[in-house]
């Protein structure tokens, strides 16, 4: 989730002039960004063995 202080901090780094589609793609990203921070504190990670096996899915 993120904070008022984190978000504030984001703002602060946009131009003075800026688009809603840049902020919320900004705040999208930074989301994504602390969502797989947690998940892999968590060890809620695929392991390298997994992704190839899943890899080879798609590609047949």
């Known amino acids: 989730m993120l904070t008022k202080t984190r978000l504030l901090a984001e703002m ?3 131009p003075e002039e800026f688009s ?3 902020l919320i793609e900004r705040l999208i990203l930074i989301e994504k960004i602390e969502t797989g921070n ?3 504190e ?3 990670v ?4 997994e992704m190839d ?4 899915k798609w590609l047949t």
Do not use: L, P, T
Request: glycine fraction near 0%; charge should be negative.
């Open 46 to 49: 695929v392991s390298e063995a």
């Open 20 to 22: 809603i589609d840049e």
């Open 38 to 40: 947690r998940q892999s």
């Open 53 to 56: 096996y899943e890899i080879k």
């Open 42 to 44: 968590s060890n809620q």
């Open 12 to 14: 602060d780094k946009f």
